[in-house]
């Protein structure tokens, strides 16, 4: 039984990365025709594309009675996405940041994390909670698009012509949310399976296993965008995908059904999350000659992996 639990989780994990890129890629090319910025193509078209495994793992989550999995997923691929990813990515392609508008967005995705503190501390996020993230999210969203849109009028800017036909990004689009769908199921049975297995929590199986998995399409993103030196897409992604991961996935999920939180998470996985934001922003000042050294991604990923072992040591 244990073995089927792994292969579960094995495949989820396939099936969710190679769902994800496709989504990704088929974004990107939407976003072209609508003619708006890399960085703002990374904040919502890109985020929203990689955060769609956790939407998909976070619905399945709750409505097979296993919340903890549900909320400490999104936590933890908050926590993998820039103490992980970045950490990875910075270590492989030193990332400068030479847009100051990013702090607005950091703003943003902090202020995520403080609401969510805020309804999470009574032990249950409910509706009506769910419904403030949602709106929120949709008001970020008008916001990054109105504004990309002037800065680009302004500056004149040349937008890359579409390779896809539109036909054929729908096309993309509706197959790769298909296997987002079967992949985020395989991936929570098979982790909930090994939870009881090994004898540890559904919330550290969230929080570590489900949330790494969750989050590998933003680390493949993120390289991509690295390497093509599109830097802002590489930042712009993780930040919108922490943003999308509480206003659009919680929100949505609380709608559909209010969920139960483990007390863990706010007093001890919440706090992570907050500080490696904090860590984030003053690893980006000065914010126009910005710097993510190879020193500093390494320094993230070191706190990912104590984050870790701290995770399954206490």
Not at 112 to 140: A, D, H, K, P, T
Not at 301 to 307: K, P, S
């Amino acid at each position: 039984m244990e073995i089927i639990s792994y292969l579960q989780v094995l495949a989820g994990f396939v099936l969710l990365f190679f769902s994800g890129d496709w989504l990704v890629k088929a974004g990107v090319e939407l976003s072209r025709r609508f003619r708006v910025s890399p960085l703002v193509a990374g904040l919502t078209v890109v985020a929203f594309g990689t955060s769609a495994p956790e939407l998909f793992v976070s619905v399945d989550a709750v409505f097979t009675d296993v919340p903890d999995i549900s909320i400490g997923n999104i936590v933890g691929s908050n926590i993998a996405n820039i103490a992980l990813i970045l950490g990875c990515v910075a270590i492989i392609f030193p990332i400068s940041v030479r847009q100051p508008s990013v702090v607005f967005d950091w703003l943003v995705m902090m202020l995520s994390f403080l609401l969510l503190f805020l309804f999470l501390n009574n032990g249950l996020l409910q509706r009506g909670e769910g419904f403030v993230f949602f709106l929120l999210m949709v008001i970020y969203l008008f916001w990054s698009v109105i504004h990309s849109r002037r800065q680009s009028f302004r500056k004149e800017e040349v937008f890359p012509e579409p390779v896809m036909k539109l036909s054929a990004s729908v096309l993309i689009i509706v197959l790769s949310v298909t296997g987002l769908y079967f992949g985020a199921e395989w991936l929570v049975n098979g982790a909930s399976h090994l939870a009881i297995g090994w004898g540890v929590s559904e919330r550290v199986v969230g929080v570590s296993v489900v949330a790494f998995g969750t989050s590998v399409p933003e680390l493949a993103t993120s390289l991509a965008a690295a390497m093509k030196k599109e830097m802002d897409i590489s930042v712009g992604n993780i930040i919108g995908s922490n943003i999308f991961n509480v206003f659009s996935i919680l929100g949505i999920t609380a709608l559909l059904k209010p969920l139960e939180v483990s007390s863990r998470i706010v007093t001890f996985d919440f706090w992570w999350m907050t500080g490696i934001g904090i860590l984030l922003m003053l690893f980006m000042i000065p914010l126009r000659k910005g710097l993510i050294t190879r020193f500093k991604g390494a320094v993230l990923l070191l706190v990912y992996i104590f984050y870790i072992w701290f995770l399954f040591n206490t």
